[in-house]
């Protein structure tokens, strides 16, 4: 006998009750995350400047870093019979032995010992590192970080450029869903943008990133940053590191990854209610950190549902049950769903490429 398998058929668009049958095949995506552990890097030769169990606040200098270390090698004497790596050393008359180009070191970090000689890291020109959020410092290790358990909540991105920082959040724009879909150019940006955080929507560019920070905005919220546009960004970044005057902390957190999409409408709902508020840009992990306990997070609906890639990448609807396995391009079988996208009739689009919020 054989069997006949039907093929779930188009729902109707003017069908009112919701069907949520294959619902939680579509992946969650979380909005919002509990406190997080911020992790602040630190190259042989930092200083931290906290411990374990420090309760600290925005603006709190943790560490200094090391523009231009280098490696030097102590005399046999020159340091204790328990000197540890990671520990700070500091000259008393001992003589030091170069291994690269400069003078002997002042003071320096322990890094190993070799045939009884301690090399150390050292240079001249330390830069602060502020924590831009207030939490207490869960662990330090030399040469490797400090953790801090962030206070608050947590809206977490896919990528972070720059350095951490803190501002106030502005939409930077006057059209309601201008912060959605909106682009950022060089000649929007004004001194009034003076230390507040910009949310773009879906386009910006590296011209427009470092007219920003030139400008005194100290950071970027954005939905997509394209391979250009960052290289560019890294670049610039790489010759302020370079400079002798240091600008201000500045940020860019990448909520999506590197396609041009609007921003999601469940996280933009956030960052509305968010607008005004005092809030921080964590690079690792990647994220938007605030503390507003008061803050009302917008309910999105079970059946709503984004289309992350593929044709419709960016666009949201909501979900109207399974479709079964259709052909879509490249002659592909995939399992789909049917969704129905604005006043459209259900399509169906693969339920890889699709997310819900929660």
Not at 217 to 241: H, P, Y
């Amino acid at each position: 006998m054989t069997v006949v398998r039907s093929r779930p058929r188009r729902p109707s668009s003017a069908h009112t009750k919701p069907d949520a049958r294959g619902l939680d095949l579509v992946g969650r995506r979380p909005i919002l995350g509990g406190p997080i552990e911020v992790t602040f890097p630190l190259r042989p030769g930092d200083r931290a400047l906290v411990v374990a169990g420090d309760a600290i606040v925005a603006g709190t200098t943790v560490a200094e870093r090391l523009r231009d270390p280098r490696f030097v090698q102590l005399g046999p004497d020159a340091t204790a019979a328990d000197a540890r790596p990671g520990q700070r050393w500091m000259t008393s008359g001992q003589a030091g032995v170069r291994l690269r180009r400069g003078d002997g070191a002042q003071a320096g970090e322990l890094l190993y010992e070799h045939s009884g000689r301690w090399a150390i890291a050292a240079g001249e020109h330390a830069e602060a590192i502020d924590c831009p959020l207030a939490g207490v410092v869960r662990d330090v290790r030399p040469g490797l970080g400090i953790r801090v358990r962030a206070q608050g909540r947590a809206l977490l991105g896919v990528e972070a450029l720059g350095d951490p920082t803190h501002g106030r959040l502005s939409l930077g724009g006057e059209r309601q869903d201008h912060h959605r879909t909106g682009r950022l150019r060089a000649t929007s940006l004004d001194v009034g943008l003076t230390g507040t955080i910009l949310v773009i929507g879906s386009r910006v560019d590296a011209e427009a990133l470092t007219r920003a920070r030139a400008m005194g905005v100290r950071g970027v919220i954005v939905s997509g940053l394209a391979g250009k546009e960052r290289r560019d960004f890294m670049a610039s970044e790489a010759r302020q590191r370079a400079a002798l005057h240091k600008l201000p902390a500045f940020g860019v957190l990448v909520l999506d990854g590197a396609l041009r999409r609007p921003i999601a409408g469940p996280i933009a709902a956030v960052l509305e209610a968010l607008s005004g508020a005092n809030v921080a840009i964590s690079i690792d992990p990647p994220a938007l950190v605030f503390d507003e306990p008061a803050l009302e997070v917008p309910v999105t609906p079970a059946d709503h549902v984004r289309v992350r890639s593929g044709e419709h990448a960016g666009e949201e609807g909501r979900w109207a049950g399974l479709a079964g396995t259709r052909r879509f391009a490249g002659g592909t079988f995939l399992e789909a769903g049917w969704v129905v996208l604005g006043d459209q009739a259900p399509i169906p689009i693969p339920i890889a490429d699709l997310e819900r919020f929660a």
